[in-house]
């Protein structure tokens, strides 16, 4: 996505420390669990970095040997990074686990209504007919990548009908903003707060629809996913706080603000890859940054909740300790959109990117000060890294920099450097900079 501000290298760093304080944590077969190694597994789909998947399938396969749990709706979360590590590894033992993960969705799980799968915490009925968002990420999403996978009309379909009922049930009209739960007993959303985590789901696996889904647009209760995201990252981009994060409860200023959430909105925003949206993610960036400790602890993660009975329940969750689920969230934001897989242009990077496909997006032009300032950025990490002693890191970002050829850019007869150049069809901007005092001091001094 054009003009995201980060530090890539920096970027790399904390998924390193998020990713190992993660695996230390001694998490069973359950949601919280799910969420983090989901998260693990985007770091490694991002990075390569075959270390995360490795750590991953070691802890899987000891879950395995140990022997699993009965199934719900929050224990199929687990089933994400079953399909990471069969697409992965070819072994059948996990797609097998997976699949029966759907036989239990599909034939077993309480629904109610249209055959909405009611939210289970426990093989009781503890949430007679109650909608959570949290089953669009802990099953609607999971059904959505098995359905995709195993090329199974029928399991696409019902992931895109909870997607349509929870989207009826859980999102206001007027705000845009969804619900924590629904009740279809008595018809309410029971104590109607509007909670971040809850908004954080939805928006989330929502982007991720046309994402995974493919010919998404042939399918009519996609039309209904697009529509309702558009209308809440539309709310969401109001109640960014100044920290660039958002609120244990979205619409009230008297919460705290909560990580796990922020990160869950600004990764729907950056697989959105609408550019308004570009300036939230720039706030959210170093807002998610600074709420991570040396050790890679996600800090001011609420607690796992049921749907509380007032505003002061929400306020109340704790969020002192480590929670998977922050871990996971924070994994999952991709910040890191991988500079190394980017088209470039004899080593500069164009200016605007398609953020699913990373594809360079027209016109295919390449900024001399925009360049400069990246070249400049890539040294300036590659030389903290090595006083940090994350030597490799360096040596990616210096490949990076050292890579940036600045001689097509300068125009030896006029001896400046040109603005830009449309890389299409060839033609350079018409204009050069001339003074050492203009916005491409940076690039002078770095190609000098």
Known sequence: MANLIFDKAQIEATIDKIVDRTMRMDMT?????????????????????????????????????????SWTVNTCSMGHCLITLYEHTGDEKYLDIAKSKVEYLEKEALRFGDHVLQHTVSVNNDFPEQAWADTLFMAGFFLLRMGVLLKDEQLIDDALNQYYWHIKYLQDPESGLYYHGYNNITGDHMSGIKWGRANAWAAYTMAQVGVRLP??????????VVGSLNDQLAALKLYQTENGLWRTIVDDAASYEEVSASAGIAAAMITKGNPLHIKYINKAIPGMLANVSPDGRVLNVSGGTAVMKDAN?????????????????????????????????????????????????????????????????????????????????????????????????????????????????????ESYYDLLSSEARLTSYFAV
């Open 29 to 69: 077969w359950d949601w919280p669990c799910g969420v983090a190694y989901y998260g693990i597994c985007e770091a490694y789909e991002v990075t390569k970095n075959e270390r995360y998947l490795q750590l991953v399938k070691d802890r899987v396969d000891e879950y395995i040997e140990l022997g699993l749990p």
């Open 313 to 429: 329940g929400y306020r109340g969750i704790s969020r002192d300790w480590i929670q998977g689920w922050g871990q996971g969230l924070a994994l999952a934001e991709r910040m890191l959109t991988t500079m190394e897989q980017l088209p470039r242009w004899n080593g500069h990077f164009y200016n605007w990117y398609h953020t699913c496909t990373l594809r360079p997006m027209p016109p295919l032009y390449v900024s001399t000060v925009d360049s400069g300032n990246c070249a400049a950025a890539l040294l300036t990490a590659a030389n903290a890294l090595r006083g940090w002693g994350r030597d490799e890191l360096a040596a990616r970002a210096q490949m990076l920099c050292d890579g940036m050829d600045f001689g097509p850019l300068y125009d030896p007869q006029r001896r400046l450097m040109h603005i830009g150049i449309d890389t299409g069809s060839g033609k350079w901007s």
């Open 215 to 224: 010919q998404c647009y042939l399918y009519p209760k996609f039309l209904d």
